[in-house]
């Protein structure tokens, strides 16, 4: 069974400062793995996808098949970027989409 | 253009009661779900239809029946209403099976 794991559910760091969050997944086939992000009280939006490799907001996240991560990085923080994060892993042959537990991340002026 | 659409954005109510949610999306999609956010802010996907197909039909209590009468909607009716089921309800669409979905803005249902 596909599994997705973020083990910090809390993330809290000073503006400027790099911030990472990690992402690690189960999974027997090629994985399709996604970054969501969730502003207060908004809609999930889409943030990266793996197979795009493109930076949004600054943010980067790299597959590594070898530790099975795909984890989330911004070298430096920006207040706005406090939101909740999702990590989301696809089905190549099907629609299920298997979401982390999320992290919260708070960037603090 | 509102590219998934949700009504209500809030919904209060009673333990017992029937009610439901509508999800319209004008993308053009061909695939549905809807998810559960808890009080944890866990995501757990519900359902899935594909061109008005159910495909994914995950272990929900069958007090939650989707309906969808063409595949720009999916509408998800809950009976008897449970204190539990307070949550947030995404409506999602995706133009492909395993690509990225497109969320509404949810709707917070709040069961007392």
């Known amino acids: 069974a596909q599994r997705v794991t973020q083990p910090e559910k809390l993330l809290s760091v000073f503006k400027g400062a790099p911030v990472e969050l990690k992402c690690n997944y189960s999974?027997?086939?090629?994985?399709?793995l996604f970054w969501y992000v969730q502003y207060s009280r908004q809609r999930l939006q889409l943030l990266l996808r793996?197979?795009s490799r493109e930076s949004i907001k600054g943010f980067t996240a790299d597959l590594n098949k070898g530790e099975t991560s795909f984890h989330l990085k911004k070298p430096f923080a920006q207040e706005e970027d406090s939101a909740m994060y999702y990590c989301?892993?696809?089905?190549?042959?099907?629609?299920?989409?298997?979401f982390g537990e999320g992290t919260q991340l708070t960037v603090n002026p | 253009d509102t590219a998934v659409s949700q009504t209500p954005k809030y919904l209060v109510t009673q333990m017992g009661n029937d009610k439901s949610i509508k999800c319209e999306q004008n993308l053009g999609h061909d695939t549905m779900y809807w998810y559960k956010q808890d009080s944890k802010k866990f995501l757990k996907i519900m359902f899935s239809?594909?061109?008005?197909?159910?495909?994914i039909n995950e272990t929900v209590p069958n007090r939650f029946s989707p309906k969808s009468p063409d595949k720009a909607h999916l509408n998800l009716h809950i009976n008897s209403l449970e204190l539990g089921d307070s949550a947030v309800y995404f409506c999602a669409s995706s133009q492909l099976r395993g690509s990225p979905l497109h969320f509404g803005n949810g709707t917070r249902l709040t069961v007392t």
């Open positions: 239809y594909n061109n008005k197909e159910l495909i």
């Open positions: 793996h197979i």
């Open positions: 999974y027997s086939g090629s994985p399709e």
């Open positions: 989301a892993l696809g089905e190549t042959s099907g629609s299920r989409l298997t």
